[in-house]
């Protein structure tokens, strides 16, 4: 009887066994200097990120969530103040407005790259508009020509905590707008050993400002001109992501190799007109931070390649609009039909560089047997 291939959503593990020895040396560095907050090893990985990223500063924080946090707080974002951002992501995007006391201004998305749709942008442009957040969802970057066109003077503030290394027409994500944020949790393309972000930006005055914030607010030392927060990032943690930055491309164009092979294989298999496949829009570099299609039934398909061995996860099941914690913003299922249909029909299928041809085999196998049931 032939064993079946079990495929995990995402094996860290494959990843880490050829650097074992590399990133347990640069840990044991950070613990024979006795640095462990900021300091040298957080310095070399800002310098080496903004060479990778292409942007004049890199200023490395505790989290994705906290880059955003920080960013709408070093831009001034308040009370009254409105911030359009799509109702269809992760929720740190949406629940730093609020915690910084703004208001969400939700919008829907484009159904075929579920980022933000710059029309609707356009539409939910008030005087109280004080920034925008368009999300690089699943490792594409939103149209950020259309936004930046829409947005005129406004803040374009880009979530790209799941696109490092994505392009628009040669541009990499973080380069584009006012700021850019980016995580590092262990999952994403680039992965520390646990939280850790950055926020990117061409603006040298708002660099020192989100210096300043991650820090409490202090400059110098116990001298407090703002009110900041605790948003540094631990010296391990810079440590693991320098030596992980040199393998980035190299990881990210398996991830792309991986997307191009599932779409031959679902073309071989009769199943290309019946899911709905990841697009890559022209002039655009995906790097498939997650590759999500859309299929009938997705419930019951889950359910079925779960009993197969096969890992998937939905991303995401409740827009922002339809959240408890949303309900004073006024909306109802129906406002926003694009992402709603989006968190009902998507799933999210293995793609991380390490996959192998196998994998996908039996990928593609079980969710046409799911298909056919």
């Known amino acids: 009887m032939k064993t079946r291939t079990t495929v995990p959503l995402l094996d860290l593990e494959a990843q880490y066994r050829p650097l074992r020895d590399e990133i347990l040396a640069a840990i044991t560095r950070v ?18 990120l903004e060479r990778a990223i292409g942007v004049e500063h890199a200023i490395t924080m505790s989290s994705g969530t906290d880059a955003i946090l920080a960013t709408l707080m070093a831009l001034g974002i308040g009370p009254g103040d409105e911030v359009i951002t799509p109702t269809y992501s992760f929720f740190a995007t949406a629940g730093c407005v609020s915690r910084v006391g703004g208001t969400p201004r939700l919008v829907d998305i484009d159904p075929a790259t579920y980022n933000v749709d710059p029309e609707a942008v356009r539409r939910a442009i008030t005087p109280r508009t004080k ?12 149209d950020m020509d259309a936004l930046l066109a829409v947005a005129g003077d406004i803040p374009v503030i880009e979530d790209a905590c799941q696109a490092i290394g994505a392009e628009q027409r040669g541009r ?3 380069t584009v707008g006012r700021a850019g944020c980016f995580s590092f949790f262990p999952s994403k393309n680039l992965g520390a050993f646990g939280d850790a972000g950055l926020v990117t930006t061409n603006d040298a005055a708002l660099a020192h400002e989100l ?3 991650r820090n409490h607010g202090a400059e110098p030392k116990y001298f407090h001109k703002r009110i900041g927060g605790n948003f540094r990032l631990d010296a391990l943690q810079a440590a693991v992501l320098r030596v992980k930055l040199p393998y980035l491309h190299e990881w990210t164009e398996g991830r792309r190799a991986n997307a191009r092979r599932y779409d031959e294989l679902f073309e071989a298999a009769g199943l290309a007109e019946r899911i709905v496949r990841p697009s890559e829009a022209p002039g655009f570099r995906h790097i498939f931070n997650q590759y999500v299609v859309r299929v009938p039934k997705r419930d019951a398909v889950r359910a079925y390649l779960t009993e197969q061995g096969i890992g998937t996860e939905i991303y995401y099941p409740v827009p922002f609009h339809l959240q408890e914690c949303f309900a004073p913003l006024g909306h109802r299922r129906g406002d926003f039909p694009h992402a709603e249909a989006a968190a009902d029909s998507t799933l999210a299928l293995p793609i991380y560089g390490e996959l192998t041809a196998e994998q996908q085999q039996a990928v593609v196998a079980a969710l046409g047997d799911a298909l056919s049931s």
């Open 131 to 142: 920034a925008i957040i368009p999300v690089h969802l699943y490792g594409q970057m939103a």
């Open 172 to 174: 990499q994500a973080g």
């Open 211 to 213: 210096r300043l914030l």
């Open 31 to 48: 613990c024979d200097s006795q640095r462990f907050i900021l300091g040298p090893e957080v310095e070399a990985l800002e310098r080496e």
